[in-house]
């Protein structure tokens, strides 16, 4: 038991915005949103596993009253903070800012930077990186609000799936993501535009195996991979918001993960290698999960990095690390351990 306090701070839940389905619906009482109502109610989890190790453990949400949350931190004054923000208020912009507050005040907190978190959730800033890293991520291109868009100007072969640029969590992502024609492309385009506002990556569709490969101190975990075996044969192979976020949706009820996934050792090395370049090339510490897909002749191409991946009990990246033989209190205490050790190493460096 270490004598050290602990302040986990997350996003205040919000209202479920109806368009992050990257959808038209019907029926809004049909739609329950699991994103940040699922975090709430493993708070307590979270706290009683912190609690093992730790003397004090605390909870703060935040949300736009910035000047509350400052003076809520320093009452709390704790020797880290578990950064578990991915929004404020809704808006996912903010994820990357939140860093930067505990930075200014002198606090560590687990997880990575704010030029990290930017970096991941700008998809363009991502490829960038990616590319000049030499790690391969499917051939794009970018359309904005302003541009108008005719055939000519698609310069990718189809399918193509179309993405919003500065949004993570499959947000805005659904089985009319992936479009196999321009009309298709135009009318997808215009529901994105409407919105969101935002502009939109159109990348060439891999119609390949889906692998989230979680990384935990720059260590590979065992490989998960996403079956798509369930999903009727017309919908496209993807990670949909519904699938993440909306139980009693096709998309949940067909997108299982397999861990550790079925990989011979020469393809599992050649993804790790992968992974573990994207994540340095992204400036990743402390975790994070890399999705990747293997095109036909099982080349690994990067599709996101997810720099906050979600860590409550149930998810990709705590399966990842109960096939590693990492409980969830020690998978914590790792995490806590990687931010008390930096906050070690600032107090020798200040005196």
Not at 2 to 15: G, H, R, S
Not at 41 to 55: A, C, D, F, G, H
Not at 66 to 82: C, E, G, M, S, Y
Request: aromatic share 10%; charged share 25%; glycine share 4%.
């Amino acid at each position: 038991m270490q004598n050290k306090k602990i302040l986990i701070c997350y996003n205040e839940p919000v209202t479920f915005y109806s368009n992050y389905l990257g959808k038209d619906f019907e029926n809004k009482n049909e739609i329950t949103d699991l994103s940040e109502t699922e975090f709430i109610k493993n708070l307590n989890l979270l706290q009683v596993s912190l609690l093992k190790n730790y003397t004090s453990v605390e909870f703060l949400g935040l949300n736009k009253d910035i000047q509350t949350a400052l003076r809520k931190i320093k009452k709390h004054n704790p020797d880290v903070i578990f950064n578990f923000v991915e929004s404020i208020e809704g808006d996912t912009n903010f994820e990357s800012f939140i860093p930067g507050l505990f930075d200014i005040m002198d606090i560590q907190y687990t997880g990575n930077n704010s030029m990290c978190l930017g970096n991941c959730l700008h998809k363009i800033r991502t490829k960038q990186l990616l590319d000049f890293n030499e790690v391969k991520t499917p051939a794009y291109q970018v359309i904005d609000v302003k541009d108008k868009i005719e055939e000519e100007f698609i310069k990718l072969k189809y399918p193509i799936i179309m993405k919003i640029v500065t949004e993570d969590a499959s947000i805005g992502i659904s089985e009319n993501s992936v479009v196999y024609d321009f009309a298709a492309l135009k009318r997808q385009s215009n529901f994105l535009f409407r919105n969101y506002k935002k502009s939109v990556v159109l990348e060439e569709y891999i119609n390949g195996r889906e692998l989230n490969v979680s990384i935990l101190g720059g260590n590979v975990l065992p490989i998960s991979e996403i079956s798509f075996s369930g999903l009727p044969k017309l919908l496209p192979k993807i990670v949909t918001y519904e699938a993440k976020w909306a139980p009693g949706s096709v998309y949940f009820a067909n997108t299982n993960p397999i861990c550790p996934a079925q990989l011979n050792d020469k393809l599992a090395n050649k993804v790790k290698e992968t992974a573990l370049k994207a994540y340095h090339a992204l400036g990743c510490r402390d975790y994070a999960r890399v999705d990747i897909r293997l095109d036909k002749n099982n080349v690994p191409y990067v599709i996101e990095i997810n720099p906050n991946p979600d860590i409550s009990p149930d998810t990709g990246f705590v399966r990842s690390s109960k096939a590693a033989g990492i409980d969830y209190n020690e998978l914590l205490h790792k995490l806590a351990q990687f931010a008390l050790k930096r906050a070690e190493n600032d107090s020798k460096n200040n005196n």
